[in-house]
């Protein structure tokens, strides 16, 4: 098969078309024709090397966390996968034209979503789904302020607060006020308008997308008792709130609500944006898109059909 191969660490230039041994699939694991994976800063920060300290790439490494596409084979112990599924979910090694994933990770996918689209969706849904749900844990009638409400995993989150019965501030950036009614939130502020953020009440919760110095002054607004979630690193001054409760956020794949967040974007009801869509062979090209922060997901389309 074709994949993009990593031998080294480095900028995006170190991302080749190559040929990789095929992928053999095991027990409880299903053989996926890949049609399309997306990159994740994840990805990014893996190439670089950034995230070696607890996520290396073991040479000569393949990247990928997204995937969609069409079952080939399924492995002993697969009941609920047929060849020619169409599937979407997280696996590992997606940026090829073979991926081995757990079936355990897959859904299949809703009617009215295509391929391409159900690509961009696995990892960032699911983070900002379980950023809530496990995260906040949220309740109907409580107030969550979600930082970085525009980007894909604030979306998500945003989305699945209000699904709880929650009231959801989307907390966003100035320049994006305008466009913030997309989210159908209860209400916006400007995370970087000091004065807004000076008059925002104490909320039950916040689920941050953000980090740095948004992190660390939203913390200050979580009332005692509360939670401050993030799938960032927590605020350097959690310290100072001893009676908020930090919790750091590991996303782990889940078919159920997967499924969930893609049925929502097949009604209308949540938007992820696709910024490009760019062949497998142009995958240096997506990383630096994703570097440049490209202002949606940047989609690797393995299967040339779907272009």
Do not use: W
């Not at 053999?24 to 670089?48: C, E, F, K, T």
């Not at 939670?227 to 956020?249: I, K, Q, Y």
Request: glycine content about 12%; hydrophobic content about 50%.
């Amino acid at each position: 098969m074709k994949a993009i191969m990593l031998h080294e660490y480095g900028g995006p230039e170190v991302l080749k078309l190559e040929e990789a041994p095929d992928p053999v699939v095991g027990a409880g694991q299903v053989l996926v024709a890949v049609a399309a994976a997306s990159i994740n800063p994840l990805d990014v920060s893996r190439r670089s090397g950034i995230a070696k300290g607890f996520f290396p790439v073991q040479f000569p490494g393949i990247l990928g966390a997204d995937l969609s596409g069409t079952v080939l084979a399924v492995g002993p112990g697969v009941d609920n996968f047929s060849v020619g599924d169409r599937v979407f979910g997280m696996g590992h090694q997606s940026y090829a034209e073979l991926c081995a994933v757990p079936a355990a990770n897959l859904a299949k996918v809703p009617a009215g979503l295509k391929l391409t689209e159900a690509a961009a969706l696995p990892l960032v849904t699911l983070t900002g789904n379980q950023l809530v749900s496990l995260g906040t844990r949220i309740e109907a009638g409580q107030t969550v302020l979600v930082a970085g409400a525009m980007g894909s995993v604030g979306r998500s989150a945003v989305f699945t607060a209000r699904a709880r019965g929650a009231k959801v501030i989307a907390g966003v950036l100035k320049r994006h006020l305008a466009e913030a009614g997309v989210l159908h939130a209860d209400q916006v502020v400007a995370t970087d308008d000091d004065d807004a953020m000076a008059n925002l009440p104490a909320v039950d919760a916040v689920a941050d997308a953000v980090g740095g110095k948004t992190g660390a002054m939203l913390i200050s607004k979580v009332k005692p008792g509360g939670v401050f979630a993030t799938v960032l690193s927590p605020p350097p001054n959690a310290g100072d709130f001893p009676n908020v409760e930090v919790v750091r956020l590991r996303v782990h794949p889940d078919a159920t609500s997967l499924l969930e967040m893609a049925e929502a974007v097949v009604k209308g009801e949540l938007t992820i944006p696709i910024s490009r869509m760019l062949p497998l062979s142009d995958a240096a090209e997506g990383h630096a898109a994703v570097e440049k922060r490209a202002g949606g997901k940047v989609v690797l389309v393995v299967d040339k059909s779907l272009e």
